[in-house]
Structures are given as structure tokens and as C-alpha cells.
């Protein structure tokens, strides 16, 4: 890819994301359709777990890698998490585990 | 803006504090983000330019991966609408009261980022403090922690004293994170447990190119086909 390729790839990405951003202003300018009220209430959490799927998915992760790092790191994350109810504990926790695991054991 | 004004303080300093888990967790997401696109071989600009103009941590990701594969276009552009789709969400909660701020408007609607709504989304402005104002400074702050992260990231790159192989990981454990904590929160997991379901056999049916697209489009068509189960009519406030 040459820089200008990429150039245009960071600009679609920008303007997608700003298109996420203001269409509800836009569109919406006297009051929200109840339809569009209740995808806003249930479609987030189908759409964390879509995207924990897509990180997992081969090639996103270290070439060979066994998979039992990427599983004890993630159950590292998940524990903290849930213990702490503190985002930036579960995902330093568990990236600083992924580290120490990936460059010392695995 | 002119020198600050008495009434800017107290906005400011609120904002400083309901934004200070956020400077944490951007503090290292970033920079493990600047650090992350410098191993993939990028000079220090591009991720610093990302930061600013994408401003969306995820996709940000994301675009890194892509950005060392073929030119694709159209693939960036549809990928990055279905990924931060969720925006169109925070933009419905926030309309009305996004209303009445005025020439700041356009600035907040630009950078409503996920960690900007997991705070303004609540309603909750403190008290004493100017609606605006307050809206205003915990975006700004937000979307400075994100840049200057990703700067100091990128720009330390590979001097860094320490072996960074494995930060890779801050992705995944990003979504996990919001994930469980999007779990923590919800009555009924079916939607969380449907988007892992659905996501994963699209994986297997679509292949790693055009699953996310055909998930998204799926995952929408069963929340829409499954609305009189589902719809509770709680979960957001009705105004």
C-alpha cells in the first residue's frame, strides 16, 4: 500500500465514523422512533460480544501461540473485571499477564 | 476561547475528575495503540493522525491491521461504519440534551466517543456546575488523553527499555472488558450471548473477510424480528 492508499483508507475511516456520529442529529431532528429507541437499548451488547469474537478470530493474535496464553490472560482480564468493576484494572491486568506469558513461558 | 472564566473553572475541575479513570485506561490503551502501529512498521505520524481525525480507540485497531494489508476501500469504509454503528445509539440518547449548547455543538457531536458517553450518557451533570461547560471539558479532556497517549506511545516506539512483545493483547482484553462490564449491567444477557452466537457462526459460514458485515446485518434483522420478546421499553429513558 502506497501512503496516499493509506491516506484514503484513515479519510474513509474518519468520515464513516463521523457519518456513525451525526446521523442521529440529523435525522432525528423532532423526536426518536421507537423502533430506533429499542435497537439503541439492546443492539450495544450484542455488539461487545461481536467484536470479542472478532479480536479472538486467527490472525489478530501471535502466529502459532498454542492458544492456552490468549485463554489464561483472558480469564485474567474477565476475573479482574469482575472483582474490580474497573475497566482499565481488566485490561492492563491482563495485557501485563499476556506479556509475561507470551516472553517468558510460551 | 479567551482567558478562562470563574463559571469555567468549576466545570473543568469536575470534569477533571469524573474523566480520571478514563485518563488511566487511555493512558495505557494509547499508548500501547502508539506502540502497537510502530512495531507493525508505521512511522510515529500515523497513528498520531489516526488518533486525531478516526478518534475511535477500537477502530483504530482495527484500521492498524488492515492498513499492513491490501488497499482496500471500500472494505475500511463499511467496516468502520458497522463498528462504530453503536454511535448512532449515543447520538439518540444525547439529542436532546445536546440541543441547547450552541457553537460547542459541532465539537461534541465529532468526538462522542465511548468513554465520553460511559460518562455523559448517565445524565448525571454535578452540582453547581454549567450543563455545557461540563459537557464540553469531559470531551476535551477525554479526546486529549487519547491523543497524547497515542503520541507518547508512538513516539517512544521501539526506544522502550522493555520487551513489548505480547501488548497486542489490549485489544482483545479492551472488548472483553466492556463486554463483561456491559454484562455486569444488563437484566437479561440474550443480546450479549446473540451477538457472541451469531458473530461466531457467520465466522465460520462467511470466512474472515465478510463475517462482520454479515453479523452485523444479521444481528440487527433477529433484534428487529425478536422486538416484542425483547423490547421491555425500560432500558432507556423516554423523553
Known sequence: ???FQMFIMVALATLATQCTRWTPFLLFRRGTPSVIRYLGSVLPSAIWGMLVVYCFKSGTLIEGSSGIPEILASLVTLGLQQWKRNMAVGISGGTVVYMALIQHWF | MSSPSPSLLPAARAALRATLP????????GFSYGLYMRTLGFEPYVP??????ILAGSLEFIMASMLVGTFAPLTAFVVSLVVNA???????????????TGRMRPFLIYALIDETFSILGTGHVPEGVEQRWYYFFVTLFNEMYWVLATTIGA????????DTRGVEFVLPALFLSIFAASWQQ?????SSIGGLAVTFVCLMLFGP???????????????LAFRTVLDTGTELPHD
Open chain 1, 1 to 3: 500500500m502506497t501512503e
Open chain 2, 22 to 29: 478514563i485518563m488511566i485506561g487511555f493512558g495505557f490503551c
Open chain 2, 48 to 53: 498520531i493522525l489516526m488518533a486525531m481525525t
Open chain 2, 86 to 100: 453503536r454511535h448512532l445509539f449515543y447520538g439518540i440518547t444525547m439529542l436532546d440534551r445536546y440541543r441547547t
Open chain 2, 155 to 162: 513516539c517512544l516506539g521501539k526506544n522502550l527499555p522493555f
Open chain 2, 186 to 190: 444488563e437484566d437479561r444477557h440474550i
Open chain 2, 209 to 223: 473477510q465478510y463475517f462482520l458485515l454479515a453479523s452485523m446485518l444479521s444481528i440487527v434483522a433477529l433484534l
